[in-house]
T-cell receptor, first 114, second 114 residues
Framework: DADVTQTPRNRITKTGKRIMLECSQTKGHDRMYWYRQDPGLGLRLIYYSFDVKDINKGEISDGYSVSRQAQAKFSLSLESAIPNQTALYFC?????????????FGDGTRLSIL | QKEVEQNSGPLSVPEGAIASLNCTYSDRGSQSFFWYRQYSGKSPELIMFIYSNGDKEDGRFTAQLNKASQYVSLLIRDSQPSDSATYLCAIINAGGTSYGKLTFGQGTILTVHP
């Protein structure tokens, strides 16, 4: 089983719909992140959380919200989806110990908004 | 100037050669440096991380860091066709509002031809 699991893996939906992407991890990491990846723009940080009570905006948080339901779960919501949110979305986790620990990525969710 | 810059490539090398991938960064406060490999449609996979000036070797991979010149590189010895992928350079700034966040370069596409 994957250490960082994202659901769904693929989703096609219509403009204006509310969408939730879920991420769960079995690595025991404190820190969790949501990124989107677009061709030519690389990976960009949407939101991140260093523990259950900590939520921080990344560089492109507008139009998104998150919820850290437990140490192991971090969900990303699009309240009213728009076509330019079509992208590949990744969840990542890292250990909150001393020093900068590497991030480990889930398999991604391919989201298409028509 | 972008925070993390990579030549987008594609970089093409023959099988068995050394592939050299370079990354420059703008923030002198950057402390931690990571190289990820990403196959098309897949998630980024951590290859190497380096924190101190100098070289760090792991199998066929060597990461080189020069903080004074603000660059980090990845060498792949005895390149194989299976090394063909996009290589992402990422950094963490240790302080301020960027604490703990990874900033990615655009990635370099590497093609190893038989």
């Amino acid at each position: 089983d994957a250490d960082v699991t994202q659901t769904p893996r693929n989703r096609i939906t219509k403009t204006g719909k509310r969408i939730m992407l879920e991420c769960s991890q079995t690595k025991g990491h404190d820190r969790m992140y949501w990124y989107r990846q677009d061709p030519g723009l690389g990976l960009r940080l949407i939101y991140y959380s260093f523990d259950v009570k900590d939520i921080n905006k990344g560089e492109i948080s507008d139009g998104y919200s998150v919820s850290r339901q437990a140490q192991a779960k971090f969900s990303l919501s699009l309240e009213s989806a728009i076509p330019n949110q079509t992208a590949l979305y990744f969840c990542a986790t890292s250990d909150g110990g001393l020093g900068d620990q590497p991030q480990h990525f889930g398999d991604g969710t391919r989201l298409s908004i028509l | 100037q972008k925070e993390v810059e990579q030549n987008s490539g594609p970089l093409s090398v023959p099988e068995g050669a050394i592939a050299s991938l370079n990354c420059t960064y703008s923030d002198r406060g950057s402390q931690s440096f990571f190289w990820y490999r990403q196959y098309s449609g897949k998630s980024p996979e951590l290859i190497m991380f380096i924190y101190s000036n100098g070289d760090k070797e792991d199998g066929r991979f060597t990461a080189q860091l020069n903080k004074a010149s603000q660059y980090v590189s990845l060498l792949i010895r005895d390149s194989q066709p299976s090394d063909s992928a996009t290589y992402l350079c990422a950094i963490i700034n240790a302080g301020g509002t960027s604490y703990g966040k990874l900033t990615f370069g655009q990635g370099t596409i590497l093609t190893v031809h038989p």
